[in-house]
């Protein structure tokens, strides 16, 4: 009836008169307008949208779903405000409602609820309470009907549950991980207002609100007031459980505000009021547990004598430790937690007794929370000796009784399997492969060889979960006897600078029970110093007090450390002396800076000018090393304001024309980090090196090109790198900054979405219009785009100038992904145009122009080497002028991956037998000798061989004369497997033709140890002597 009505503004009317009546009919009318107003007209009406998404009525329900499925097709991108409403009523609604619901999130593109999860996702970061709640409240709400899409907010919602300040955000987000199994779901229903509100704040509170939404808007509060506190006291006790729980973790929040009040009003006796609560015997409950803690530290703040403690530590503390429910066990650490921070050796003997008689591997691994902070109970009582690997969470009994039934052959086999495994692009794969990788070694000590690598790839790996499975493996290959390389323990120790504290935490343990196994270790002068600067470093600065203890009873053990224990409790001029003696002391350098900046951050927060310039006046002191770049963002923020930071800038400038390796390398780690609040800090870095003139890597530079290439999850992420680009005077950098504007734009001037791409009828801009809409760079989803590789030609720039960089690079993504899933469309144009396909991406590779797209380039000809073996070698040696590829083939031995190297190795095999001259080609040669030199990689030091054995080598006395001395190096250092290999080339070669001098030291391998390498210089020996001789 209303498609009739012939202006939009009418609609708008007849929606607004109908929402205000409280006739059921008249409601339902307006959600069946909902659906015909336009875009402009839905924005006014948003607020009003949750009004009918909480009616009673099952009609006024139905048809507003009805109404946000119209919308949703009509406008996607409103998805990000209208979804939710569908997803609320999944689960809180009737049985119709619900499956109404359901049915439409089924029905819509997933990359619509991948949109949203990704546009909440970004708001965990917020400094704003109200905010992180109503993300939280979305994703929560997500989870039960699509729990699948949060994938990649485990890492979010894992940190917040672990360590948030606020006590009401760590129970949403571990409700959410754990699924509601021990924190009803009614919570999110009753704290939905908080998503019906948007515009919700700290004053929004008024007569009107309920008591729920009063305490829940005071908790969310940074800052209350005595008045506001004594509203919350009166029902701290109460006996609805979400009141008395939401009053107990905003008291407990507000400690020092509820000392002065009760100071102030000696007639206030909370002890009262929480006492009864702390020793009910009422079954118990994850919701009991949480509440109890909250009573004990407000207990213990206001001072609870010993007795009393010790009362509670036998029940109910003992009582929630050993709970099946892994919360009530957490809390219970929680609790004896607050009991050892008092210092008191009867309460700590009593806790320490507990758990000695306590299964801590079985309590420990319930959870990643019962984890960490029975980890932190037993670093604060002084117990290492209880701290072993398997009491981690990651460490599976049942796969160690699965391990025990494997024959020693198959569990090396399947550890080479899973080290392969490991290479996967899916990071909760990586995650599940990890825990499988630390299991098998636990369970193989002596039969497994582990390779460092593998460790370091797990250590340094994008998302912190999977790290800190690295920082588990390392603590077994200590604790169960692996052989552990210095260079693996040096590598290591940057986990001591993890953003995350949980790899802190147990690479901090892992290097106190290092040196406590071997003490020996310090005598190495690189470990020493590394591990003492260190440790240091987080000792003085670590935002964490468990990691501070694991530090400073490291630190103990070291001898050269003493001056630098009892740092905190100093005043400040002793404090500067302090540093001033650890800037005597090169691999202290870090750990004063970083001090610096912590104080410094401090200062310019509270606005504290006068011990501003006294840091400053003490750095304007010292000689700048490339350590002061940590408090380069601190600098740049006061330069307008003190010219001593002014010219603390320019000194560093003057000095270094480029940002320090060192330095980038934290920045570019950051740049690949899951955890968007790191990507932002780091491009805003990366900003403030460019208006300081300092020269970028291209690594660094191709990340930010990418961040605006891709839509990201964070606008913010995408302003500064455009802002960057903007400043890079490169042509790559120029055109892909001129592109985007054009791009956005051409879609504001075009108000239409599709999520289709058809590169045979669209055209670049419309191609974007449907990629802007499928891919973003940090969650892709499953869409599938179908391209061939003639279709990517025909959108190259390298084919038009007229075409676009931006969709080039997208393109050649696309090509990749589609590739590495097998795509059989380009596995038979690989097969069918191999000359075409490999001129082309011979020329992606070698333009000049654009460097990240030639990067590109290389990395889609390495899909297609791992997926199409022989496929390069085969498409090269069948062409015309075959060595006009030998440019390809050296930059393809640069990459350090074992697929690659071989496939490069057996291609330069073959152009050697078909004629190239080695001797005309110096370069590749030398990068060929150069791999056999790691003997390590088995099957690159063969190939390598096999080239260096085909070579022209003595054709040219030089080249000769360089290559044997090149290999008699390496003979001194390889195994004498690859001896006998390495002693093969003279064979080959002409033992004759080397010089004396070099001839004279292969002669001392005559004395080897093993006969075959003895009896092989041998013969070689005699040869010589005939052929002289003759």
Known sequence: MYQNTDKNEDLAALFDKYIES????????????????????????????????????????????????????????????????????TEFSNHLVKEFSRQIIDSINPKVIDNLVVHHNSKLYSKNNFE??????????????????????????????????????????????????????????DLKFLIESPDINENSINAENDLLKKLVILNLKNEINNDELSFILKYVDDEDYKIALLSAITIKKHQKLLKTLIHSKNELDVHSLISGKLYDSDEITAINAMLAFSYLTIGMNLEMDTKKCLKLIENPVKEYLTHENYLICFYGFEMMNSFVLLNNNELNLSIEKILENKDLGKLFGKNNLNYYSGTRLLVNLGRY???????????????????????????????????????????????????????????????????????????????????????????????????????????????????????????????????????????????SSKLQGSLATKYF?????????????????????????GYESKNLEEKFKTLEKALDHPELNKSVVIRLKVKLKSYIRSNDSENIIKILEFIEKQDLTEEYFDVF????????????????????????????????????GNLNEMIISRRITAVNEIFEYILEDYVISERITRKIKEFVIYPQANPNITELSLKILEKINTEESKKIFKEKQELENYILENNFESEVVDVKN?????????????????????????????????????????????????????????????????????????????????????????????????????????????????????????????????????????????????????????????????????????????????????????????????????????????????????????????????????????????????????????????????????????????
Not at 542 to 564: A, G, W
Not at 932 to 941: A, E, G
């Open 22 to 89: 409280e006739n059921y009919k008249d409601k339902t009318e307006a959600a069946k307008i909902l659906g015909l107003l336009d875009e402009q007209a839905l924005d006014e009406r948003m607020q009003k949208i949750a009004i009918l998404n909480s009616d009673p009525n099952i009609a006024v329900l139905l048809n507003l779903l009805s109404s946000i499925k119209v919308i949703l097709l009509k406008y996607p991108k409103k998805a990000e405000k209208l979804l939710i409403h569908v997803y609320i009523n």
């Open 132 to 189: 992180v709640a109503q993300a939280l409240l979305v994703l929560g709400f997500v989870s039960m009907h699509s729990p699948r899409y949060l994938k990649n907010s485990l890492p979010e919602l894992s940190m917040i549950s672990l360590y948030s300040r606020s006590e009401l955000l760590r129970i949403l987000s571990q409700a959410i991980l754990d699924e509601f199994e021990n924190i009803p779901k009614s919570i999110i229903k």
């Open 541 to 565: 600065t670590d935002h964490f007090t468990v990691i501070r203890t694991i530090c400073e009873d490291t630190l103990k053990m070291i001898p050269e450390s003493k001056e630098l224990i």
């Open 385 to 527: 000796d209880l701290l072993s690997p398997e009491k981690n969470m990651y460490f599976d009994e049942d796969l160690m009784i699965e391990y025990g039934e494997l024959p020693k052959n198959m569990a090396i086999e399947q550890f080479k399997n899973l080290e392969k495994e490991f290479k996967n692009e899916d990071w909760l794969y990586r995650f599940e492969i990890g825990k499988k990788i630390g299991n098998l070694l636990y369970a193989f000590p002596s039969e497994i060889n582990y390779k460092q690598e593998l460790i370091q790839a797990i250590l340094t790996d994008r998302v912190y979960l999977v790290r800190s499975i690295g920082a588990w493996i390392l603590q077994i290959i200590l604790e169960r006897g692996f052989k552990i390389p210095e260079e693996l323990i040096i590598e290591s120790i940057a986990c001591l600078d993890d953003p995350n504290m949980e790899i802190r935490q147990d690479c901090a343990i892992f290097y106190n029970k290092l040196i406590r196994k071997y003490p020996e270790i310090l005598k190495n002068s690189e470990i």
């Open 633 to 668: 963002h601190e600098l740049f923020k006061l330069k307008k304001d003190f010219e001593i930071a002014n010219e603390l800038l320019k000194r560093l400038k003057n000095k270094f024309s480029k940002v320090p390796k060192s330095r980038e390398a934290i920045i570019y």
């Open 762 to 1030: 669209q055209t670049w801009q419309e191609i974007y219009f449907s990629l802007k809409y499928l891919l973003t760079q940090d969650y892709k989803t499953l869409n599938y785009v179908d391209l061939e590789f003639s279709d990517f030609m025909k959108f190259s720039i390298l084919n038009s100038e007229r075409n676009s960089l931006i969709i080039t690079i997208i393109l050649l993504d696309i090509v990749m992904a589609n590739l590495k899933s097998g795509d059989n469309t380009l596995m038979y144009e690989l097969g069918k145009y191999k000359k075409s396909v490999l001129d082309n991406i011979f020329k992606i590779i070698f333009n000049e122009k654009y460097p990240l797209l030639a990067y590109k380039g290389i990395e889609c000809l390495k899909v297609i080497i791992t997926k199409k073996t022989s496929w390069f070698e085969e498409s090269v040696l069948n062409a015309e002028n075959f060595e006009e590829y030998l440019p390809l083939i050296s930059k393809l031995l640069d990459e350090n991956e074992p697929q690659i190297q071989v496939e490069a190795l057996e291609t330069l095999a073959g152009m050697v037998k078909l004629n190239v001259k080695c001797t005309e080609h110096p370069e590749i040669s030398k990068k060929v000798l150069g791999l056999i030199n790691d003997d390590k990689k088995w099957i690159i030091f063969k190939k390598a061989l096999e080239v260096i054995y085909s070579c022209n080598f003595e054709d040219n006395t030089e080249m000769l004369e360089k290559v044997s001395k090149q290999i008699i190096e390496y003979l001194k250092t390889s195994n004498d497997d690859s001896k006998l290999f390495l002693i093969k080339f003279f064979k080959i070669k002409g033992i004759d033709k080397i010089p004396d001098y070099l001839f004279d030291e292969l002669k001392t391998f005559e004395k080897s140890s093993n006969p075959y390498v003895s009896s092989e210089i041998a013969e070689l020996t005699q040869k010589r002597k005939m052929n002289m001789n003759y």
